[in-house]
């Protein structure tokens, strides 16, 4: 049984690509175009919690995690 805070984002997208049966270079297109995807959704978070929140504290900093994986799918 596996645990899946133990698997890393990079993983995971493997995985997935892997999982829909894609092949050969489809399968590096899927791969490079899920990471893009994945790189520009913790940048957006980074850039959202770099905002103050409306009480005028400061957020907390975003942390990447395989979480970020999972809400892409």
């Not at 975003?62 to 892409?72: E, H, P, T, Y």
């Amino acid at each position: 049984m596996s645990n899946a805070l133990g698997i890393g984002p990079s993983v995971m997208i493997n995985r997935l690509v892997h999982e829909a049966g894609k092949a050969g270079a489809t399968h590096l297109a899927e791969v490079a175009r899920l990471r893009a995807d994945l790189d520009r959704a913790v940048l957006t978070r980074q850039a959202e919690a770099a905002d103050l929140s409306p009480d005028g504290e400061a957020r907390a900093p975003v942390v990447s995690s395989g979480a970020d994986v999972d809400r892409l799918v």
